[in-house]
């Protein structure tokens, strides 16, 4: 079996990130691997390889926090219903996105529901999901339905107990992406996303509001209440429109965290977007390549972002070791990048 895999470095490539990546491929084209790790698994990362072995009926060894070596190779991923309790604080969004793309390649349909955090800071929220991931995907052939029973928010006493269900249809065709540009800005809606008693929702959605007047966009505001596990729990998030692709920012309160401060992070995130020609932000185009690799046995895609990031560059040479496909970069770490994807 050992010659048979994948030797990936963790500490090469990038963490946990990288590892939800390798999972997502590993089910997706079959391919075993053995993960390296330092440092070691930690409780977050033995959450996922449990949650992607039981998808792909895969054969683990080493999955415990404090492993320093991990071996993963799945059985075949199984289409039908899959609940996934998430220990701890851990993204719920992110399960989402490691296993949608492998079981849309399946025959028949599946239904996902991950129970954890909806809005985590340091990682996608629902809402992001529901505005730019899934549309874009969807262009790509993959079929995703998302939507969120119930929210759970950073810092909430039951930050763990949020859902996002998914309803995975098989992507029969898949096509490529050309998406040099992001065209012009059509609509910009500020949405405030509260869960209970939070005094400062209205005054959030109306600073992001006077804040994008103040750089010439017009928006309008939109309250959003949630139901959540814990009762509280606030966001803002900044859906933008353009001709060619859509972009969100959400900033998620951290407790005791002011209103104004929320909107200020959100639309400084969006501004800083504006100020750069890409079509896709730094989180999204890594999270382009899996789709657009396995696409590229029959199509070439091309896309541009506004960041080229250490993350989106372990993303490429992941992809190259698990499928026959070439990735190139165009563009120095931390500036502007266009990512041709072909294959080989």
Do not use: C
């Not at 890594?286 to 372990?314: G, I, M, N, Y």
């Amino acid at each position: 079996m050992g010659g048979d895999l994948l030797s990936l470095d963790g500490a090469q490539s990038g963490g946990g990130q990288m590892l939800r990546g390798a999972l997502s491929l590993s089910l997706a084209t079959g391919r075993g691997f053995e993960w390296i790790s330092r440092p070691t698994l930690a409780p977050s990362d033995v959450t996922f390889i449990r949650a992607a072995a039981q998808v792909g009926r895969a054969f683990v060894e080493g999955v415990a926090v404090g492993s320093g070596r991990m071996v993963f190779v799945p059985q075949g991923a199984t289409a039908g219903d899959h609940l996934f309790e998430l220990e701890g604080p851990a993204s719920a969004a992110l399960a989402t996105q490691m296993l949608t793309l492998p079981l849309a390649r399946l025959s028949k349909p599946s239904m996902l529901l991950v129970r954890g955090g909806t809005h985590l800071s340091g990682g996608p929220s629902f809402h992001y999901l529901a505005a730019v991931w899934a549309p874009l995907l969807a262009r790509i052939g993959f079929a995703l339905r998302v939507s969120m029973p119930r929210a759970a928010f950073f810092g909430g006493p039951a930050s763990h107990n949020g859902e996002i269900a998914t309803f995975v249809s098989p992507a029969e065709r898949l096509h490529p992406l050309f998406l040099p540009t992001r065209g012009t800005l059509l609509e910009v809606q500020v949405l405030t996303l509260v869960a209970g008693p939070f005094d400062g929702a209205e005054r959030m959605g109306t600073r992001a509001v006077s804040l994008l007047r103040a750089r010439g966009i017009v928006a309008e505001s939109e309250s959003v209440p949630m139901q959540s596990s814990d009762a509280r729990g606030a966001a803002i998030s900044i859906v933008a429109t353009f001709e060619h692709s859509r972009a969100a920012f959400t900033a998620q309160a951290a407790p005791g965290e002011r209103a104004d401060k929320l909107a200020e992070q959100a639309v400084g995130q969006f501004g800083a977007f504006l100020e750069r020609r890409g079509a896709v932000d730094p989180f999204m185009a890594d999270q382009l390549v899996p789709p657009l690799a396995l696409a590229a046995s029959d199509h070439a895609s091309r896309f541009a972002t506004t960041e080229v990031t250490a993350q989106l560059l372990r993303q490429a040479k992941l992809a190259e070791q698990f499928l026959p496909v070439r990735i190139e970069v165009e563009g120095a770490l931390g500036a502007e990048g266009d990512v041709t994807l072909t294959a080989r």
